[in-house]
Antibody
């Protein structure tokens, strides 16, 4: 059974940093591209970032480019999102999600087949 | 940038059919995917590539896509179908794009 479990969320002051983790199990993690998607309280889904299966390619939405860094450790089956220069508008539940197809380009396809339960990031002074 | 527009809410009587639209410029030329999100839970994929159902998703869920509108249809609606539904596409200029979301209420 595919499982994705996020952790690392919490309260951080504006301008601060936080690192999110996503522990994967139930599939060959190193074969799949992974993504982060966020959802502000009461709002819709917003795409954040992607990383290829070997970590060699990364993509960021304009809203986080230069402030967030996606990475992965395939030996630990874990995906990360290092967030810096946090703003009030970054406050959201952050979900990690798996791309469905290991053979479809750098980022594994055009949709997400499994999602974690999410971790809440609160940005407030 | 590419945008997807959904109705804010859709109501459906128990056992009847709900149709949720997703509008976008020439969306018929793109693959459209649909997610169901219940309160406090993560999104769940219910339709991928316009009309395909993942394993475990009831046949009551179906999808279509043509012209400027994609549609998710929920047949024989059940109380358990109450949720927010999001459409999503990949666009070459905008990358992964989500619709605005539709709240489905089963009466």
């Amino acid at each position: 059974e595919v499982q994705l479990v996020e952790s690392g969320g919490g309260l951080v002051q504006p301008g601060g940093s936080l690192r999110l983790s996503c522990a994967a199990s139930g599939f060959t993690f190193s074969s799949y591209a992974m993504h982060w998607v966020r959802q502000a309280p009461g709002k819709g889904l917003e795409y954040v970032s992607a990383i290829s299966s070997n970590g060699g390619s990364t993509y960021y939405a304009n809203s986080v480019k230069g402030r967030f860094t996606i990475s992965r450790d395939n030996s630990k089956n874990t995906l990360y999102l290092q967030m810096g220069s946090l703003r009030a508008e970054d406050m959201a539940v952050y979900y990690c999600a798996r791309a469905p197809d290991p053979h479809y380009g750098d980022y594994g396809g055009d949709y997400f087949d499994y999602w974690g339960q999410g971790t809440l990031v609160t940005v407030s002074s | 940038s590419y945008e997807l527009t959904q109705p804010l809410s859709v109501s459906v009587a128990l056992g009847q059919t709900a149709r949720i639209t997703c509008g976008g410029n020439n969306i018929g030329s793109k693959n459209v995917h649909w997610y169901q999100q219940k309160p406090g839970q993560a999104p769940v994929l219910v339709i991928y590539r316009d009309s395909n159902r993942p394993s475990g998703i009831p046949e009551r869920f179906s999808g279509s896509n043509s012209g400027n509108t994609a549609t998710l249809t929920i047949s024989r609606a059940q109380a358990g179908d109450e949720a927010d539904y999001y459409c999503q596409v990949w666009d070459s200029s905008t990358s992964y794009v989500f619709g605005t979301g539709t709240k489905v209420t089963v009466l």
